[in-house]
Each structure stands twice: as C-alpha cells, then as structure tokens.
C-alpha cells in the first residue's frame, strides 16, 4: 500500500511539473503526460481494491468452485491416461506378480495398518482392481512401487491410476500423475510444487469460473492423491530431501503413490522411511510368463522359430534371446521389432549374450516401427494413434539421438519445445548466422533514421528492436507460451473479470505511451483514439489467453500455434494502431510494438531455433510433428505438454550410441 500513495504522489507532482512546463497542456505530448500521469495513479488505486476485492474470503461459493474444478480434472485426467495407455499399448501387458517388500525401507507395520500384523498388499498387472482395493483398505492410502529398471513400475503406476478413476467415489481425492524430476525441494515446497505443477499440465484451473488459485486449493483441500513418478530420476542429493520434505507436509488424511528404481530408494531411506506408507516390488518374470505373453500376440499358427523359442522359455531358457526376456519391456521390444511387422526370427542371426541381444533389438526398433505404422489418410479404428508423417528411419534416430544427448547433458527427462532454444550451441555456425543477422538489422535501423516520414519510423523501429529483442528473449527471458481459449461459451465470466481488472487500466497507459511515442505528430483525436482501440486489443489478448473452464489439455503442438499467432496478431494489431497515428513518430511507435511484442514470443524463438537447428542438420523443420509421431510410434510417452522418452533406457540409448550407417 505503501508503495501505491508514493505512485499517487509521484503523479500529482508529474502533472504539476507539466502544467507548470513551457505550453502548459496545449501541446500534444503534454496532453499525453496528463492522460498517462491520471492513468496511472487510477491503476495503481483500482489495482489495490480489485487484489483487495479477490483476496477476501469467499465462504461456500468458494467450496463449490474447488468441487467443480475436481469433478472437471478427475474427467480430463481419465480420458488422458485412457489415451496414453492406448498409445503405448498396455492394456495387454506382461503378467508381473507384486508382493509386499521385504527390504528394510518401510515404516513399521504399525504405523501403516494402524494396528499390528504384517502388512499384506500385492496383485499382478492382470487383477489391478484387487489392487485398487486394497490400497484402498489402508487407513492412509500410501504405496511405493519399487522394482529394477524395465519391470513396469511407471505401468502399473498408470493402470493403477484409470483404476482408481474408474472406481472413484465422489469424496475421493483424483489420482494425478506427476514426474517427480523437476522438483527441487530447496525451492519449492511439496504443496507448492504440486500446485505449480496442476497449474503447468492443466491450464483449465485457470479459468474464471473455478475462481482464484483453484489448483492450489484443491491441494489444500486434499482432493489431490499425487501419483510420483521417477523418483530415482532425481539427483542423488536431492532424493533424501525429497523424503523429508514429503513427510513434513502429509498429514494424516494425504494419499501418495510413489515409484522408484530399488536400490535407489533403499539409499534414500537410510535415514528416513516414507511414513505410513506401503511398499511392493514385482517378482522375476519367469520364462513359461514370458512364454504366455508372445504366445498371445502370435498367431496360432506361428512359422519358423517361434515355437523353438517359446519351447525354450518354458523349459529353462538356454538362448541368448530367451535369457534376455526377463522384462516387460524387453519382451514388448521382440513384439514390435518382429511380431507386429511379421519378421522372421532367425535364432542363429542374434548376437550370443542377453545383453548383445538387447542392443540388436533397440538398434532394430525404428525401422521395424516405421515399417509396421505407415502414415494413413484414413483412420484406422484397430490403430487410431499412427504416425501423420512419413520419416526416413537415419534420420529419426539422428535426431533422437541428439534430444537424447540433450536430455542427458541437462540431467532431464523433460522436452518442452519452449526450452528448446538452450540447445543451440552459442559457438555454432548457426548462433553466428543469428548474431551477424541481429548485426545487419541494428544497421539497417541506423540507415533507416534517415529516411523521412512514416516509412523511416516504422523501419527503424522494428529493425531495432527485433536486433535486440529476440537477442534478449534468447538469452535472459526463456519466454513460456500462453494457452488460447478463443471460445466465447464458458468463459463470459472471464471477459468480465478482465474488463474489471488491473490490465484493462494498464492498457490505457500502454495506449498514452505509445502516443508518447508519437510524440508531436500526434493530435488529441488520435490520442484518445490510440487509447481506445489499445484498450480493446489488450482487454481482448488478456482475455484470450484465460481458458474455459470445460477445455481439454492441449497438445504440444496446439499450445505452440495459439501462443505463435495470437502473438503475432497482437503485435500487427498494436502496429496498426500506432501507424494510424500518422508521420514520422506513428510509424516509429509501430515498429517498436510490433519488433517488441513478436520477439518475446514463445512461439517467435521456437522457430527461430528450430532454423538454427535445422541449419545444422540437428533437428527437422517440423519439429513437434516429428515429436508427435515418435510419441504415437511408442518411442515417446506425454505427460500434460512436456514430451520424455517412454523409458530412461530408451534416452540412454540414443544419447550413447551413434545409429548405425544403414538401416537395410
């Protein structure tokens, strides 16, 4: 409050400063100052009343709101996973058996029973409702999924998820899946982390009609049961605090699914268990499992080796390939690199270890999942998620390979397009290409001074500040996108509220200061004109950008076109407003708008990088189309906008090896 009296004061003695100046307030650009002195004091005292109006307590209206944002999330979270699961095909897994730990990093029996006994929880991947139930039945609803890598404990983490969604009562809290790797707890605590995180993956708690800050509340509320995935993803360091931080904010009523790679969590846990919480671990995949598994996905009369191997499975595997089928996902790689193109198997043609045997088949996986999902123009009912593109099989594992190599240097999982601008190598020949073009525009702006009237104006501001503005975007701004509802239903409300908020005050000194701007080629008329139409277009952007309260998560590739284009009608909209100002001064107010507004798009650097990536032969032109088809192929999973690999084994692969030089 403080700091809006000194603003007022300031102002009053702005205009007194103008009125008193030679001119008093005849002059245009002393019109200007007075508008934009009034403006900014009106700002300032209405934005403290309406911060003032939406921070006061909002009694039961404020409870329904929270109940209509969860029964949305719990809609939207359902048919996501539902589509995920489809995507990676796991509606017909491996059967993995799971039983209660008995590693020494639980919490006593007590503490998770709420009376003595052993704690017994367990079930396969084939009877997740039994799970389900069972979960259910402990006084806390805490589980952690432990397993070594590759033995489906993400999967049975999603399966676990729709079943608990399914199945859900009206006062249940909605299971959400969050990877865990982003999370520092040093600066976020767990509560706000998870807010920030609902906040990220659906954009829909924004909306008005669920009122302010909806996915925080729903946090403090407990509607949330956070399904923690990637635990071992997370700095060594930082896992111990992970726990600790975890356990200091559940209380009785939390629920928590958690999973991590074994030995991992056992060294996380030295000093602290997960309170109350208990823990399962799969058993091996024996072979007649494993055997069960590919006889399903073979036809009933399988040609050449396949018996052979299935023989072998059963009767203590002695191949190198039967020694190597000890995991979910080792067996889904022999389903998509031969069963599901129709390969032949030839037993003798597979290097002679388990290990070699894995390698053979990741080095065979994207020309086997090209070959067997070619593009379509027609949908196909039995194969609904196959790839929109044709791509050469080099190519793709070129390009993974330098995501993958990314991701690793990074210690992520996460490939967000908007952060894809730190790959570019500020020693490369395209950073070159970008600072000797930001060189020659900031020439041309100099140039461009010279040269009279509306033309010169416009030239020099828009060089100049597109020279330096996606320079500055590039390096200091890392500038996110902005989620577009351009939908009228469900969002009058929001229209309301933006009219009535501190931005549509701050629009009308944006609207001065282009006049400013102007400077002395501007008249009074086309002040209030600039004012009025900056006004709309700014109330009109602001409010675009707030979601309806029904809208689905959307795709990578949707964020990136909204955030490009309404950017960009934003700036020739505010360039169209100030160029109608006239002379020399409008067309400078135009360009810099225009320059300013487009280089701090999101959408702007995306592009900007995807050229420089593309002129190092790194990356393909269509970039998300090209992530989008690799996550319908099964090499990629989503989680809300952000792209991983569907398996940390997939991103080491490609990061270490180099592909092979042909793929015939």
């Known amino acids: 409050?403080?700091?809006?009296?000194?603003?007022?004061?300031?102002?009053?003695?702005?205009?007194?400063?103008?009125?008193?100046?030679?001119?008093g307030i005849s002059k245009a650009d002393n019109w200007a100052s007075v508008i934009g002195a009034v403006t900014a004091m009106v700002a300032m005292l209405a934005g403290t009343v309406v911060w003032w109006w939406r921070k006061r307590p909002q009694g039961i209206l404020a409870i329904e709101q929270v109940d209509a944002a969860g029964r949305q999330l719990a809609e939207i979270v359902l048919a996501q996973w539902r589509d995920e699961i489809s995507v990676r095909?796991?509606?017909?897994?491996?059967?993995?058996?799971?039983?209660?730990?008995?590693?020494?990093?639980?919490?006593?029996?007590?503490?998770?029973?709420?009376?003595?006994?052993?704690?017994?929880?367990?079930?396969?991947?084939?009877?997740?409702?039994?799970?389900?139930?069972?979960?259910?039945?402990?006084?806390n609803r805490r589980l952690v999924i432990l397993g070594n890598p590759e033995l489906g404990k993400t999967t049975l983490a999603v399966m676990l998820l729709r079943e608990l969604l399914l199945t859900r009562a009206e006062d249940e809290p909605i299971p959400v899946l969050f990877t865990l790797a982003d999370w520092d707890p040093d600066v976020l605590s767990y509560p706000d982390w998870l807010a920030r995180r609902l906040d990220r993956d659906y954009s829909f708690l924004a909306a008005a009609e669920y009122g302010e800050e909806a996915a925080r509340r729903l946090v403090r509320n407990r509607r949330i049961l956070p399904v923690?995935?990637?635990?071992?993803?997370?700095?060594?360091?930082?896992?111990?605090?992970?726990?600790?931080?975890?356990?200091?904010?559940?209380?009785?009523?939390?629920?928590?699914?958690?999973?991590?790679?074994?030995?991992?969590?056992?060294?996380?846990?030295?000093?602290?268990?997960?309170?109350?919480?208990?823990?399962?671990?799969?058993?091996?995949?024996?072979?007649?499992?494993?055997?069960?598994?590919?006889?399903?996905?073979?036809?009933?009369?399988?040609?050449?080796?396949?018996?052979?191997?299935?023989?072998?499975?059963?009767?203590?595997?002695?191949?190198?390939?039967?020694?190597?089928?000890?995991?979910?996902?080792?067996l889904w790689l022999l389903r998509e690199v031969y069963i599901v193109p129709h390969r032949e198997l030839v037993l003798a043609d597979l290097p002679t270890s388990p290990d070699g045997v894995v390698q053979a088949l990741l080095d065979q996986l994207v020309p086997a999942l090209l070959e067997a999902n070619r593009p379509s123009r027609h949908?196909?009912?039995?194969?609904?998620?196959?790839?929109?593109?044709?791509?050469?099989?080099?190519?793709?594992?070129?390009?993974?390979?330098?995501f993958a190599g990314r991701l690793e240097a990074e210690s992520s999982r996460d490939l967000a397009w908007w952060q894809l601008h730190s790959a570019v190598d500020r020693r490369g020949r395209s950073w070159k290409i970008l600072f000797l073009g930001g060189l020659l525009c900031g020439f041309l702006a100099a140039y461009s001074a010279s040269i009279p009237g509306f033309l010169g104006g416009l030239l020099f501001g828009l060089l100049l500040t597109l020279s330096t503005g996606?320079?500055?975007?590039?390096?200091?701004?890392?500038?996110?996108?902005?989620?577009?509802?351009?939908?009228f239903r469900h969002k009058g409300s929001a229209l309301r509220r933006t009219v009535l908020s501190p931005i549509s005050l701050l629009a009308v000194a944006m609207g001065v200061g282009v006049a400013l701007i102007a400077g002395k080629d501007a008249t009074p008329a086309g002040i209030v004109l600039a004012v009025v139409l900056i006004w709309v277009v700014t109330v009109l952007f602001s409010w675009a950008t707030k979601p309806a309260s029904d809208q689905q998560p959307r795709t990578a590739a949707k964020i990136l076109a909204h955030d490009f284009w309404l950017r960009t009608a934003y700036a020739l909209a505010f360039g169209t407003i100030a160029g109608a100002l006239g002379g020399r001064g409008g067309g400078m107010a135009a360009g810099t708008l225009v320059g300013i507004t487009a280089s701090m798009s999101a959408g702007w650097v995306y592009y900007l990088t995807v050229?420089?990536?593309?002129?190092?032969?790194?990356?393909?032109?269509?970039t998300l189309s090209f992530l989008e088809d690799c996550h319908r192929l099964g090499l990629l999973r989503q989680v809300g906008p952000i792209y991983q690999f569907r398996h940390a084994m997939f991103q080491e692969y490609f990061a270490a090896v180099r592909p092979p030089a042909s793929d015939h």
């Open 228 to 330: 923690l995935d990637g635990f071992d993803e997370l700095p060594e360091p930082v896992r111990p605090k992970v726990i600790k931080a975890i356990n200091a904010a559940l209380t009785a009523d939390d629920p928590l699914i958690l999973t991590s790679r074994t030995e991992e969590f056992r060294r996380a846990v030295t000093r602290g268990v997960l309170s109350r919480s208990a823990v399962i671990e799969p058993e091996a995949v024996e072979g007649p499992a494993a055997a069960d598994y590919l006889e399903r996905c073979l036809s009933p009369d399988a040609p050449g080796e396949w018996p052979a191997l299935l023989s072998d499975l059963r009767n203590r595997p002695r191949t190198a390939l039967g020694r190597a089928l000890t995991t979910p996902l080792r």
């Open 470 to 487: 996606v320079l500055v975007a590039f390096n200091f701004l890392k500038p996110a996108p902005r989620q577009v509802g351009l939908r």
């Open 1 to 23: 409050m403080g700091l809006v009296l000194l603003g007022v004061v300031g102002g009053v003695g702005w205009l007194f400063y103008v009125v008193q100046s030679d001119g």
């Open 89 to 139: 095909r796991l509606d017909d897994p491996v059967v993995v058996h799971w039983r209660t730990t008995r590693l020494p990093v639980m919490d006593h029996a007590r503490n998770i029973r709420g009376k003595p006994g052993r704690v017994l929880i367990g079930g396969d991947t084939e009877t997740v409702a039994e799970l389900a139930q069972r979960f259910r039945a402990l006084p």
């Open 611 to 622: 050229i420089m990536l593309r002129a190092e032969s790194k990356t393909p032109l269509r």
């Open 379 to 402: 949908r196909d009912e039995d194969r609904p998620f196959r790839p929109r593109r044709s791509w050469d099989a080099s190519d793709t594992r070129r390009w993974l390979a330098f």
